[in-house]
């Protein structure tokens, strides 16, 4: 004979519902942290990052999954640009992009 809870669930049934849960639960965790992640997710899936930097770029990098920004103050006359850093793949299978947007006020 099966365990019968009160409200008529099997133990069986409960153990599943509660494994159905935690499998969800697991699902939406893991794809919460690939988006908050993105440096990870446009490294290892392609896509592409949209960051804005109060600074003169000069040089875009990856260490691991993390990005690294080389920047300087701005010099007299410079104005902001938009810079996109493009990553070409031997396959063409993934490719990432950074797009960096320097935002700061030229000095005259």
Do not use: C, H
């Amino acid at each position: 004979m099966i365990f019968k809870m009160k409200r008529g669930l099997t133990l069986i049934e409960l153990l599943l519902y509660f494994a159905v849960v935690a499998g969800v639960v697991s699902i939406l965790g893991l794809i919460g942290w690939a988006i908050y992640s993105s440096n990870w997710t446009v490294k290892q899936l392609g896509g592409t990052i949209k960051e804005s930097i109060p600074a003169k770029v000069i040089n875009v990098t990856w260490k691991e999954s993390n990005m690294w920004v080389l920047y300087r103050e701005p010099r007299d006359g410079e104005k902001p640009e938009v810079l996109t850093f493009q990553e070409y793949s031997n396959l063409g299978i993934v490719q990432g992009k950074a797009v960096i947007t320097e935002i700061f006020k030229p000095k005259e």
